[in-house]
């Protein structure tokens, strides 16, 4: 009895250790339990801070990103818009230019108009060119016999007022000839230049020849401005000095063989003649862009001046032509070309020699020309280097002008150019009967 009372006893220490151990392994259970949960929500809170914040990093991207797109959007509108302001004030320049140029033409013509119709007596045409006429004024034009203009050029000009220099030979009918030079200041009215005095022009010769033809009014009707020269005809081998008259108007085709991109047509109005000179207004039609060139009265040239006002002059001038144009003739002539900008100086040696007539064709028609050689050297004389270079020209008394020339030049690197001009178009003044 007592054995198994112990017995009984040791399984209730037994079943208590293993309510305890059953006990402690549901705690621990439970216990760890919590701590999974815990952790899982620690790790669902560490996953959701982690998309958020990638959340927010893909917004901050997105807004650089769109931020960036918009800047480079706005700096590509405002390029445009800059480079479309630049194109208009280019192009407002342009406008200018050529306003300021064809102003200033306008003021060499209206002098030089003044003159033509003080020499055909058209006193009523001379009155309206003058600003502030007179009847003192009037008896003085009704009392010239005749005037000649020698030269002429544009000192000045503004949108208002301009001056012109120029030189001239006049006769009234109770004094002898005389020859004058000063300026004439004009003003532009309703539109218009006007001469505003004549005044400044001073007497510089009393030993004058008169003109050999007699210049008879013409009628005020049949007159439009037009100064007139007369040429002989060629004969077998010569060509006279050409004829040349305000308005008449020439287009060239350029032909670069090595280079077709630079092919050009350009487009030549004489604006002015004188016994000194030509002048010349020459258009690029492929571009817009306007020259003024010189030329003495027998295609030599003078000069080339951009809108500007810079270009290059040539001292003496370039001797391409010799008139009269004598198969057999030639000459050798050395000139100096300044570039009126930046002072550079090249000396231009020309060997020119007269060939024989031919019967030449270009888009403007066929034409019996004399053709002339011209073997040319230019020499920097900064560097020292030198371009050599051959000019075949085909001058046309019909035109008065080279109708085609062949240009080949080879630089100081041995580089080889050639170029052919031909006239495509030849618009005389009509001057009537």
Do not use: C
């Amino acid at each position: 009895m007592q054995r198994y009372g112990e017995e009984e006893r040791q399984a209730e220490r037994q079943r208590l250790i293993e309510e305890e151990r059953q006990a402690e392994m549901q705690r621990l259970i439970e216990e760890g339990t919590q701590q999974a949960v815990l952790r899982m929500q620690e790790q669902q809170q560490e996953e959701q801070r982690r998309a958020e914040q990638a959340r927010q990093f893909e917004v901050q991207r997105l807004f650089e990103q769109n931020q960036q797109q918009a800047k480079i959007e706005q700096e590509r509108i405002d390029e445009q818009n800059a480079q479309q302001a630049l194109l208009q004030m280019q192009a407002q320049q342009e406008r200018e230019a050529q306003r300021v140029l064809e102003r200033n033409n306008q003021a060499l013509h209206t002098v030089q108009f003044y003159f033509e119709s003080v020499n055909r007596h058209q006193i009523n045409k001379v009155i309206d060119i003058l600003a502030n006429p007179t009847d003192k004024t009037r008896k003085v034009l009704e009392n010239t016999e005749w005037v000649r203009l020698n030269d002429i050029a544009l000192a000045s000009a503004d949108d208002d007022q301009a001056i012109v220099n120029v030189r001239f030979q006049g006769k009234s009918k109770d004094t002898a000839a005389r020859e004058y030079a000063g300026s004439i200041p004009l003003q532009w009215r309703d539109q218009e230049w006007k001469i505003v005095t004549l005044k400044q022009l001073q007497q510089v010769s009393n030993t004058v020849k008169p003109p050999v033809t007699d210049h008879a009014p013409d009628r005020e009707e049949e007159y439009e401005g037009v100064t007139e020269t007369e040429v002989d005809s060629p004969d077998e081998s010569v060509a006279n000095a050409p004829s040349v008259t305000q308005g008449d108007r020439y287009i060239y085709e350029s032909i670069y063989p090595n280079n077709p991109k630079s092919n050009n047509k350009t487009e030549r109005v004489v604006a002015a003649v004188t016994n000194k000179k030509i002048l010349l207004y020459s258009k690029n039609l492929t571009s817009d862009s306007i020259r003024q060139l010189e030329y003495t009265p027998e295609w030599n040239f003078l000069s080339s001046k951009n809108k500007e006002g810079a270009g290059l002059t040539y001292q003496p001038p370039l001797k391409y032509f010799k008139f009269p144009l004598t198969t057999g003739d030639s000459w050798n002539q050395d000139s100096t070309e300044t570039n009126t900008k930046t002072g550079k100086k090249r000396k231009h040696t020309i060997k020119a020699s007269v060939g024989d007539w031919e019967e030449v064709t270009v888009p403007a028609g066929t034409f019996t020309a004399i053709k002339v050689t011209a073997q040319t050297t230019v020499i920097d004389l900064e560097t020292g280097k030198m371009t050599v270079g051959k000019d075949i020209s085909w001058y046309a008394p019909d035109v008065g002008r080279s109708v085609k020339s062949l240009l080949t030049s080879t630089s100081p690197d041995g580089q080889q150019e050639k170029q052919t001009i031909q006239l495509l178009e030849y618009h005389p003044v009509e001057t009537g009967d």
